[in-house]
């Protein structure tokens, strides 16, 4: 099976823009987790869609956003971006109550 | 609130030299302990999952093992190529949510 892909896998903004990254997940996971991962904080919950449904929303301000589509596939959106924004930001996917599996992540610079 | 530690955040090794990597966790009904790798620039590949105080888990020169506050990764006779970043992380019971707890990571290197 392939495994979870992610789109861009790097981007450089400016502050106050937007942007979007993509996740597909493995064949057959109905659950998408994305995390950011600075050296400060380490892995830190943003968000778990399944079903099309955010199930879980960790503390992360509005700025931050997602959704799913039918096929599973994710989207996660931050807009007016921050300095402190620039991070790695991994999607995981997993079957119901199983391990999660991470995609390479996306490397996204605000300058 | 969910906690997970890892500790040391740093270890230095030379090959064949045994050692462990601790985890600690303060999480009310776990519902599944996760250890991952994590190479630089890369994201974190799935090594072992525990369910139950007492359980083990082997793979090649690694081995996980789960009480119920702590989980420790024995690292045998380890290999430069086993320098990396080793993530511990907690999942909770309820909530219908597959969300994961992290710990801040145990840089590993080993030396030749």
């Known amino acids: 099976k392939a495994g979870v892909t992610q789109t861009p896998r790097y981007l450089i903004k400016t502050r106050g823009q937007q942007v979007t990254l993509s996740c597909s997940p493995i064949?057959?996971?109905?659950?998408v987790s994305w995390y950011q991962q600075t050296p400060g904080q380490g892995l830190q919950f943003l968000f778990e869609y399944f079903s099309e449904t955010q199930r879980n929303k960790g503390n992360f301000p509005g700025r931050f956003s997602g959704r799913q589509f039918s096929n599973s596939r994710s989207e996660m959106n931050v807009s007016t971006l921050e300095l402190g924004d620039s991070a790695l930001y991994l999607c995981?996917?997993?079957?119901?109550?199983?391990?999660?599996?991470f995609g390479p992540g996306t490397r996204l610079l605000v300058l | 609130e969910d906690q997970v530690t890892q500790s040391p955040e740093a270890l230095r090794l030379q090959e064949g030299e045994s050692s462990s990597l601790n985890c600690s966790y303060t999480v009310s009904g776990l519902r599944g302990l996760f250890w991952y790798r994590q190479d630089p620039g890369k994201g974190p590949e799935f090594l072992f999952t525990?369910?139950?105080a007492g359980e083990e888990k082997e793979k090649e020169r690694l081995k996980a093992t789960l009480t119920k506050k702590e989980s420790f990764l024995h690292i045998t006779a380890p290999k430069p190529e086993d320098s990396a970043t080793y993530l511990c992380a907690a999942r909770r019971v309820g909530g219908g949510s597959e969300k994961l707890v992290f710990g801040k990571g145990t840089k590993l290197t080993v030396n030749p």
């Open positions: 995981a996917s997993s079957p119901v109550g199983e391990t999660q599996y």
């Open positions: 064949s057959g996971h109905r659950s």
């Open positions: 525990l369910y139950s």
